[in-house]
């Protein structure tokens, strides 16, 4: 896989879909946010073509800050979630990335005053249209021993969220993909900022 990826979502848009590439603009997998579903339901397939699903994320309780997304595959074995740490996340976005229950990794915001900005600005008619431009949160995905795995960047755009997503340390498959899923659900939860 070539890295930098770029993930990119329309942000008004009924059903959520994000389509992440590689370098070379091949895709990766595309991603379908279930409507009108009282507990989040995502699909994930190989491309916007919908024909190869890869797996899915569903969560395991209604509305809630410090709900768990698990990961299955086609055949329904999970092979990892992440939650979102409840109050911990309302000033600086923290995910924790885990597999049999286990924390491996987590998600963390690195700088918290690009989502305190984010979220004034924002709030200003006709001005916050463009807090897509001025404010870019940068996610960092790191193992429990403190090595960087992912960086998160949100990118500028009007109407759409994009991000870039640059490889920081060698990755086994599984815990690549595990990643890749973390990451996907943490943009589908922080949508609405940047």
Not at 28 to 48: G, N, P, R, W
Not at 63 to 69: G, I, P, V
Request: proline content about 4%.
């Amino acid at each position: 896989m070539d890295y930098p990826l770029s993930l990119s979502f329309k942000i008004v848009a009924l059903a959520p879909q994000i389509l992440l590439n590689d370098a070379n603009d091949q895709p990766i997998c595309y991603v379908k946010q279930k409507m009108f579903k009282l507990k989040e339901a995502v699909q994930v397939f190989t491309d916007s073509t919908k024909t190869t699903e890869i797996c899915g994320i569903a969560a395991d309780r209604i509305l809630d800050f410090s709900a768990c997304y698990r990961f299955t595959d086609t055949t329904g074995n999970e092979f990892g979630s992440v939650r979102r740490k409840g109050m911990r996340s309302i000033f600086k976005a923290h995910y924790e990335i885990e597999d049999d229950g286990v924390v491996q990794a987590d998600i963390r915001e690195e700088n918290a005053w690009a989502k305190v900005m984010d979220g004034i600005f924002g709030e200003i008619p006709i001005l916050g249209m463009f807090s897509g431009y001025l404010f870019h949160p940068k996610f960092l995905v790191s193992r429990n021993d403190g090595t960087p795995l992912l960086r998160v960047e949100k990118q500028p755009a009007f109407f759409e969220g994009k991000f870039k997503i640059e490889k920081l340390a060698e990755m086994d498959p599984t815990e690549e993909m595990r990643c890749f899923m973390a990451v996907i659900m943490m943009t589908l939860l922080e949508r609405r900022r940047g």
